[in-house]
């Protein structure tokens, strides 16, 4: 297989908010245990790959930029093998995520979708939502696409600054009391790390609630990870990560999916797993194109 090549494609730094060095650092230490084995691995950036024909066969790829995606969807319509596919890169934008998990039966937080120019007081007012999280509905940017309020004022103040923004469909979440746990994976490997990033409580008492920090703090691993490769099914992704809360009730709810995060915490543990995920996936498409 060493005659197959791959055009690795590097994340934008428009889309790498804080995490610029660690998107790089997994990219990075993937393409070397892919050269490792063999491949020959031809890196682009997104930019370059935007403006580039791609002679490769292989398109591992980090990208977000919607003019990407959708690039990636036409190499992979033309029989290219795309890692992450363009299509599961979709999914992961916060308003088709929101959908599928909703019809998916993983556990996910009641939301609305909306337009970002509309009022939505009396649509938060009708199903009780008050604390609640209003997230831009395509990838984040920056920070603030992702903001926590705490009445209904201030939710339609942070739409009306995305409308400003350009932003035109936002995803608003209801606040789920609990901890917050920070997760990643390999679809179909045994790799599978997560960690809570805050001290017992800290996500809850941030945000007004009064909890019980008594309660000896649990999350069943199995059952998380159950939930995510169910979400990798649905969303058509292979390497992710996300986000999850952990009720006092030990109750997981999904907060968050995505296509290939920076595995800061992991990076140097993660890469092969990917790797060896890429070469079966590039091993099954060298049969299916030579039957």
């Avoid at 017992?200 to 309660?215: A, E, P, S």
Wanted: charge should be negative.
């Amino acid at each position: 297989m060493s005659e197959v090549k791959i055009a690795g494609v590097m994340r934008s730094r428009d889309y790498s908010p804080n995490h610029i060095g660690n998107d790089a650092a997994i990219f990075n230490a993937t393409a070397e245990q892919l050269r490792k084995r063999g491949f020959v691995v031809n890196v682009y950036s997104e930019e370059k790959f935007k403006s580039c024909d791609i002679e490769e066969d292989v398109v591992l790829n980090m990208c977000r930029d919607a003019a990407s995606i959708k690039k990636l969807q036409k190499l992979e319509d033309a029989g290219k093998l795309v890692l992450n596919s363009g299509y599961g890169i979709e999914n992961c934008t916060r308003e088709r995520m929101a959908r599928i998990l909703l019809g998916s039966g993983i556990p996910y937080p009641e939301s609305i979708i909306v337009n970002t120019d509309e009022s939505v007081k009396d649509m938060l007012s009708r199903v009780g939502m008050n604390n609640c999280w209003v997230k831009c509905g395509g990838h984040s940017q920056h920070k603030e696409d992702v903001s926590y309020v705490r009445h209904r004022d201030e939710a339609q103040e942070i739409l009306q600054e995305y409308f400003y923004r350009g932003i035109n469909r936002a995803v608003i979440n209801k606040h789920i009391v609990g901890d917050l746990v920070k997760f990643y994976g390999v679809k179909g490997t045994p790799f599978f790390h997560w960690f809570f990033p805050f001290e017992r409580g800290h996500v809850m008492q941030d945000y007004g609630v009064d909890i019980d920090l008594t309660k000896e703090r649990k999350l069943d691993e199995s059952k998380l990870k159950a939930y995510c490769e169910q979400a990798c099914e649905e969303l058509n992704v292979m390497i992710y990560g996300g986000d999850c809360i952990v009720g006092v009730d030990g109750k997981i709810t999904i907060i968050d999916f995505n296509d290939w995060p920076s595995y800061a915490p992991c990076s140097n543990e993660a890469a092969p797993h990917i790797a060896k995920r890429v070469l079966a996936e590039i091993k099954e498409f060298i049969s299916k194109r030579e039957k």
